[in-house]
């Protein structure tokens, strides 16, 4: 176990040529891959442990006053498709059907004729997707579209719901409700619908909760203008991930021989996106249980050569990346002084977002320890405020229920929590200045290309106790689908864009990104 440990530690600084090393496929995959898949309620149960206690607050003069939910999207289908990586016999084995059809507006449908006591209504429409004319005959296998939530995301949500309110309802100033909740969500089904399912399960208590018809804003942008899905105006920024990514992974020692071997395997040319159909179908229950057990297995292979992609393409590129979630970070740490301030009254705010942007953030902050976000993943910002000093703000940032050091917040202050002002390292606090931002992101600046000194190993941030390399209960085990056919009330969550006006060059406070 100790050589596998710092034969990860060399692969993950980059210091030992992939094709000399003799790596062990399967522990690798469980180390970059640690319980991806989020099977409830244990992953979101540990997400939520609650703030700091009665006695140390009342040691150091704080008091908790609101929390921060970033979220990832719950259980999803394919993002892309396995009929590209597949013969179609296997590609049809492997697709899960969905589950979560009813939208939004459908279930305001329902309650609107239930309350008008008129005869039911027309019935739900559910999509049935088709593929390409001429390809895959005529339905598709499943009913389900790209990236579209699982029965299993209700039940992640639920979980995740009944953590947070335990864990967190009792302790801020006021019970929080929907009326007194902050929700913002990319322009996305899986994260609008998750958005949907998590204040449902808040705020209604279980799938068989109800209530009279309520409605909701939910805070939103253009998808081509949101940092919450990493896409603001910033050419010079996509260019470096763009070549990062082109770059990243490549090594013809490695990749070569995989190529050749899935090709004459599957008939299909490898791609770097093989990976997605083969982890959905892992969390699935739909691959056979030894498919990603043995060193000489392809689909572990494929994951693999994913994990080695990934890490240049965000580590390589830190700077870039930081460039391009970093308001999303700025706009976080704004929303938080507010509620420290009072300004804000919305104690409880959540945001949801994808994987893609809350590991870029964790590289942003310095805290990305190797493990991609697992479905429903949480990260926590907890707010505190000292009841002297003129209320000065505190804050402590969690990932799967454990702190996380933060190097921009050191010194630590009262009870190991974080000056909100120092929570942002430098490279992300600069892009406040719209000059900065400007030159950064027309290529005029030196911040977007990161140099060799900034591509530190993962390996390097977490103690080895909270690496651990054992396999995940869940990880190959089968998923019994449960099917939700309507939710007993909820809000209708109606989309409201936010202006994205950015600030003047001589402000000298970020205006917030949202006005509301």
Not at 67 to 94: M, Q, T, W
Not at 209 to 237: F, N
Not at 260 to 268: C, I, Q, S, V, Y
Not at 485 to 498: H, L, M
Request: proline share 7%.
């Amino acid at each position: 176990a100790g050589v596998t440990r710092l034969l990860l530690a060399a692969l993950l600084l980059g210091r030992v040529p992939v094709a000399e090393a003799s790596f062990d496929v399967p522990e690798l995959l469980r180390r970059h891959f640690l319980d991806i898949c989020a099977h409830p309620p244990e992953p979101q149960r540990a997400a939520a442990p609650g703030p700091l206690d009665e006695k140390t607050l009342e040691e150091h003069g704080l008091e908790f006053v609101a929390l921060n939910v970033v979220f990832r999207h719950g259980a999803r289908s394919v993002l892309h498709s396995p009929y590209d990586c597949f013969p179609k016999e296997f590609a049809d084995s492997i697709i899960s059907d969905c589950g979560v059809h009813t939208g939004t507006m459908l279930d305001w449908l329902a309650n609107e004729t239930a309350k008008r006591k008129e005869v039911a209504g027309t019935p739900p429409l559910v999509k049935k997707y088709h593929g390409d004319y001429g390809t895959h005959g005529e339905a598709s296998a499943s009913s389900c579209g790209p990236a579209q939530l699982l029965d299993e995301a209700v039940d992640q949500f639920e979980a995740l719901g009944g953590a947070l309110r335990g864990a967190y309802f009792g302790r801020l100033p006021e019970e929080p409700s929907l009326d007194s909740t902050w929700l913002y969500s990319t322009d996305t089904d899986r994260t609008i619908a998750s958005t949907y399912l998590l204040q449902h399960f808040l705020f209604s208590g279980s799938k068989a909760g109800s209530r009279p018809l309520r409605t909701a804003e939910l805070q939103t942008r253009s998808q081509d203008s949101d940092a919450w899905a990493r896409r603001v105006p910033c050419p010079a920024a996509e260019k470096a991930v763009e070549e990062a990514s082109e770059q990243a992974g490549t090594s013809d020692d490695f990749l070569g021989p995989l190529k050749e071997r899935w090709l004459a395997k599957f008939g299909k040319p490898f791609s770097q996106d093989c990976h997605d159909p083969v982890l959905v179908a892992n969390c699935s229950g739909k691959l056979p249980t030894d498919a990603l057990s043995g060193e000489d297995s392809l689909l572990a292979e494929v994951v693999v050569a994913n994990f080695l992609h990934a890490k240049s393409k965000y580590l390589d590129a830190k700077e870039a990346w930081t460039s391009l979630v970093g308001p999303a970070l700025l706009e976080l740490q704004d929303f938080a002084r507010r509620q420290a301030e009072g300004k804000e009254r919305k104690a409880l705010a959540l945001w949801a977002t994808h994987d893609t942007v809350i590991l870029p953030m964790l590289v942003s902050l310095g805290v990305w320890d190797g493990v991609w976000p697992q479905y429903t993943e949480a990260i926590l910002l907890e707010v505190y405020r000292e009841r002297a000093n003129g209320g000065k703000a505190w804050v402590r940032l969690l990932r799967r229920g454990e702190p996380l050091e933060v190097p921009s917040c050191h010194p630590l202050g009262p009870g190991g929590l974080c000056d909100l002002e120092h929570l942002l390292p430098k490279e992300v606090a600069r892009l406040r200045d719209l000059a900065v931002r400007e030159e950064l992101c027309t290529g005029g600046g030196d911040g977007v290309a990161s140099p060799p000194s900034v591509a530190v190993g993962v390996a390097e941030v977490p103690s080895k106790d909270s690496m651990s390399l054992m396999p995940s209960a869940g990880l190959l085990a089968g998923l019994l689908m449960t099917t939700v056919a309507a939710f007993g009330g909820g809000a209708v969550v109606g989309r409201r864009f936010g202006r994205a006006d950015r600030p003047r060059a001589d402000d000298s406070a970020f205006a917030p990104l949202l006005q509301h």
